[in-house]
């Protein structure tokens, strides 16, 4: 948690509209995916997901940091995140067990309560190094997902070890080194997240009012 330029109040910039974007992107996704157009989703997420650089560079190299988007872009994050991994779960195949999404659904909300009560206190908790790398695995993990479903007729990986009709070892290695990258990732965060919150406390700077 570093010092950072006071955000403006401005809601409708270039930044803000990118993150309004990807947020409908996801929205497009989620539909996709259930009905198997793993192909038109795995598309629609490589493009909503690369939004997510755009705005944060632009946002940054043109000074247009909002109080707004410092709230919305990682809802958006959440959101796309989060529900992809829930549909992934539950297509046959996709090699994302349950309680994957369920430690990073975990993880995501745990922090979103953290940076909130941070940050009404005079806080800042912008993204570190760590989250931001989490943000970069989770995403491939999803992709590969994706890929595995596209390109097996969505019957995918059906063990953590071994792929169904897909003869490409090193694929599965892959994937399963990617997420189990993510999940230690998402892990460890998560914690240094809770630990600069703690550091934030005992510091003895909270403000007195919300």
């Known amino acids: 948690m570093s010092d950072k330029p006071i955000p403006s109040n401005v809601i409708v910039n270039v930044p803000n509209t990118l993150t309004g974007i990807r947020f409908i992107l996801s929205i497009v996704a989620f539909v996709l ?3 198997n157009m793993i192909w038109g989703a795995l598309a629609i997420f490589i493009v909503a997901v690369s939004t997510d650089w755009i705005d944060g560079y632009w946002a ?3 000074n247009q940091v909002t109080q707004f988007g410092r709230i919305f872009d990682p809802f958006v ?3 796309i995140i989060c529900g992809t991994f829930v549909f992934l779960v539950a297509l046959p195949g996709s090699g994302i067990a349950a309680w994957v999404a369920v430690v990073i659904m975990g993880r995501e909300m745990l922090v979103t ?3 909130s009560f941070v940050e009404q206190h005079g806080g800042d908790f912008s993204a570190n190094w760590p989250g931001k790398w989490k943000m970069v695995l989770q995403c491939a993990s999803a992709i590969l997902s994706m890929i595995t479903l596209a390109t097996d007729e ?4 059906t063990t953590w070890y071994g792929l169904a009709g897909l003869d490409a070892t090193w ?3 892959l994937f399963n080194l990617i997420l189990w990258g993510t999940i230690g990732l998402t892990l460890a965060s998560g914690t240094i997240y809770i630990g600069d919150a703690l550091r934030f406390i005992r510091s003895g700077k909270l403000s007195s009012s919300p």
Do not use: E
């Open 33 to 35: 995916l259930p009905l």
């Open 60 to 62: 940054r190299r043109y």
């Open 77 to 79: 994050d959440k959101i």
């Open 113 to 115: 309560v953290i940076r």
């Open 154 to 157: 969505g019957q995918g990986i």
């Open 171 to 173: 694929f599965v290695y």
